[in-house]
């Protein structure tokens, strides 16, 4: 009988290739937190439900801008930074308020400069006093309050990109936590199919044996060989199953409840672009960095606010109302003020503003100056590993068939019995080990367009047109 042997030179080039592919691999994009960020928690909303959910990278993303912690941390700093606004706009706005008072008094005539002698009584009353009131004051003038309600808007804007820059995130973190859970499922499959592979060997090699064609120790080496296996398989679905828990938490799904994940996933395209272009499109969309030049002219404003501060102002206070002995006899009255206050000496209280509004306006400038950096090397490290992965990828993706076709042959010429099982099981660790390396450029080159995308700050926007999430 004669077989088409896979050439030894083939099998010993898979070999190099398959195993020195750990470490000839490019690092992958890295989306890595802190264990305590707000990006990896979530608030769980609803009940669960009895039928298992069927969720797509599309609602995990939907459900994570709904629930993140993150996000809903961002959309309350905003709120934050409107009502700082309010009560920094309310120094220029008109303040009205009313009273009423009504009192019964006994004065002593003398203590206000009246000494009116023994004949006439120094104590007057008890009498009744009765006073209804609207009180009102305007700023005319304070350059130092407009100048400080300028700064505070700048805050909310500033507020507002910091939540579009958090949305981003919480964007990556979602595709790239589903984006594990769909490899980790890939490589349960993978632990499964070897499984199955292993126990197909295990039971041909006990059939060959007993028809005298192997040895017993090929026997004894299939069974470790299942074993092993059979230990990867229960390893990769158990790291499937936290990967589905961590995803759970991070997008607020109800405690316990079930779901599966869809395989198909929709390929977002690479960006038509030079690296060029992509940084200087970054430097106009990149909410982080956008929202780092607010808060630098909110400290600029805020530093003129302080120099302002030495200014003469301009208010205006004023009242009117009815005031008399009981409401019915009341009278009405009024009084207009006019006032400019000229700030003289106030013991160096505005030369230490200064100083702090000086400090602030630096590192805020030096924040915008460092974001200015982070992003040009975003994005050029965005597109290198875009690049190397994708090369990394279709490596991968020919390494993988030379293993099966390997795994083929070898099986063949065991069952012939011109070969012993320790080809067969080398060729199986070829097939598991170029499956890993095939699953991880695949999980790689899906997280490395997502980096880009949100290096350009169009995460949001790629997630809604692509993948059916975001806003």
Same mark, same amino acid.
Request: hydrophobic share 45%; with cysteine.
């Given at each position: 009988?004669?077989?088409?042997?896979?050439?030894?030179?083939?099998?010993?080039?898979?070999?190099?290739?398959?195993?020195?592919?750990?470490? &000839?691999?490019?690092?992958?994009?890295?989306?890595?937190?802190?264990?305590?960020?707000?990006?990896?928690?979530?608030?769980?909303?609803?009940?669960?439900?009895?039928?298992?959910?069927?969720?797509?990278?599309?609602?995990?993303?939907?459900?994570?801008?709904?629930?993140?912690?993150?996000?809903?941390?961002?959309?309350?700093?905003?709120?934050?930074?409107?009502?700082?606004?309010?009560?920094?706009?309310?120094?220029?706005?008109?303040?009205?308020?009313?009273?009423?008072?009504?009192?019964?008094?006994?004065?002593?005539?003398?203590? #206000?400069?009246?000494?009116?002698?023994?004949?006439?009584?120094?104590?007057?009353?008890?009498?009744?006093?009765?006073?209804?009131?609207?009180?009102?004051?305007?700023?005319? #003038?304070?350059?130092?309050?407009?100048?400080?309600?300028?700064?505070?808007?700048? =805050?909310?804007?500033?507020?507002?990109?910091?939540?579009?820059?958090?949305?981003?995130?919480?964007?990556?973190?979602?595709? =790239?936590?589903?984006?594990?859970?769909?490899?980790? =499922?890939?490589? &349960?499959?993978?632990?499964?199919?070897?499984?199955?592979?292993?126990?197909?060997?295990?039971?041909? !090699?006990?059939?060959?044996?007993?028809?005298?064609?192997?040895?017993?120790?090929?026997?004894?080496?299939?069974?470790?060989?299942?074993?092993?296996?059979?230990?990867?398989?229960?390893?990769?679905?158990?790291?499937?199953?936290?990967?589905?828990?961590?995803?759970?938490?991070?997008?607020?799904?109800?405690?316990?409840? !079930?779901?599966?994940?869809?395989?198909?996933?929709?390929?977002?395209?690479?960006?038509?672009?030079?690296?060029?272009?992509?940084?200087?499109?970054?430097?106009?969309?990149?909410?982080?960095?956008? *929202?780092?030049?607010?808060?630098?002219?909110?400290?600029?404003? +805020?530093?003129?606010?302080?120099?302002?501060?030495?200014?003469?102002?301009?208010?205006?206070?004023?009242?009117?109302? !009815?005031?008399?002995?009981?409401?019915?006899?009341?009278?009405?009255?009024?009084?207009?003020?006019?006032?400019?206050?000229?700030?003289?000496?106030?013991?160096?209280?505005?030369?230490?503003?200064?100083?702090?509004?000086?400090?602030?306006? +630096?590192?805020?400038?030096?924040?915008?100056?460092?974001?200015?950096?982070?992003?040009?090397?975003?994005?050029?490290?965005?597109?290198?590993?875009?690049?190397?992965?994708?090369?990394?990828?279709?490596?991968?993706?020919?390494?993988?068939?030379?293993?099966?076709?390997?795994?083929?042959?070898?099986?063949?010429?065991?069952?012939?019995?011109?070969?012993?099982?320790?080809?067969?099981?080398?060729?199986?660790? *070829?097939?598991?080990?170029?499956?890993?390396?095939?699953?991880? !450029?695949?999980?790689?080159?899906?997280?490395?367009?997502?980096?880009?995308?949100?290096?350009?700050?169009?995460?949001?926007?790629?997630?809604?047109?692509?993948?059916?999430?975001?806003?």
């Amino acid at each position: 009988m004669t077989f088409t042997t896979f050439p030894r030179q083939c099998a010993a080039l898979l070999w190099v290739v398959v195993l020195a592919a750990p470490t &000839a691999a490019q690092p992958r994009p890295t989306t890595s937190l802190p264990a305590n960020s707000p990006f990896l928690g979530g608030v769980p909303q609803g009940t669960a439900s009895s039928e298992p959910l069927t969720l797509t990278v599309g609602e995990a993303i939907r459900r994570g801008l709904e629930h993140n912690l993150a996000v809903l941390t961002s959309e309350q700093g905003v709120d934050r930074a409107r009502g700082a606004r309010r009560i920094a706009l309310s120094q220029l706005l008109p303040n009205i308020s009313a009273g009423v008072a009504e009192a019964r008094q006994v004065r002593n005539l003398a203590v #206000f400069g009246f000494p009116l002698g023994d004949s006439f009584p120094s104590i007057v009353g008890p009498f009744n006093t009765f006073d209804a009131r609207l009180y009102a004051s305007q700023s005319i #003038f304070d350059l130092s309050a407009l100048k400080e309600t300028r700064a505070e808007a700048h =805050n909310v804007e500033a507020a507002r990109l910091s939540s579009r820059s958090a949305r981003e995130i919480v964007i990556l973190v979602t595709a =790239n936590l589903y984006l594990q859970a769909l490899a980790s =499922n890939a490589r &349960a499959d993978s632990a499964r199919a070897q499984l199955e592979t292993a126990t197909a060997l295990h039971t041909q !090699a006990l059939d060959l044996k007993q028809s005298g064609i192997i040895a017993g120790i090929d026997v004894v080496r299939a069974e470790v060989r299942q074993s092993t296996e059979r230990q990867r398989a229960t390893a990769a679905e158990n790291e499937f199953q936290k990967a589905k828990l961590q995803l759970a938490r991070v997008i607020g799904l109800p405690l316990g409840q !079930a779901f599966t994940l869809t395989t198909a996933v929709p390929d977002l395209p690479t960006p038509d672009m030079t690296v060029e272009q992509a940084v200087e499109r970054a430097y106009r969309t990149r909410p982080d960095y956008l *929202a780092a030049l607010e808060r630098v002219r909110a400290a600029e404003d +805020r530093r003129q606010a302080v120099v302002s501060d030495a200014l003469p102002s301009v208010h205006v206070t004023a009242d009117y109302g !009815a005031i008399g002995l009981t409401p019915a006899s009341a009278r009405s009255t009024f009084t207009v003020t006019g006032a400019v206050n000229v700030p003289i000496f106030q013991g160096g209280r505005r030369q230490g503003r200064l100083l702090e509004a000086d400090a602030d306006l +630096r590192a805020r400038r030096a924040e915008a100056e460092d974001l200015h950096a982070e992003v040009y090397y975003d994005v050029r490290t965005a597109f290198l590993d875009l690049q190397a992965i994708g090369e990394e990828l279709q490596v991968a993706t020919r390494a993988r068939q030379l293993a099966n076709q390997q795994l083929t042959q070898s099986r063949d010429r065991f069952a012939a019995g011109v070969a012993s099982n320790i080809e067969v099981i080398q060729a199986q660790e *070829a097939v598991a080990l170029a499956s890993e390396q095939y699953i991880s !450029a695949l999980y790689g080159f899906s997280v490395a367009k997502g980096v880009l995308a949100q290096s350009l700050g169009t995460a949001e926007e790629a997630a809604a047109k692509y993948l059916g999430g975001g806003n």
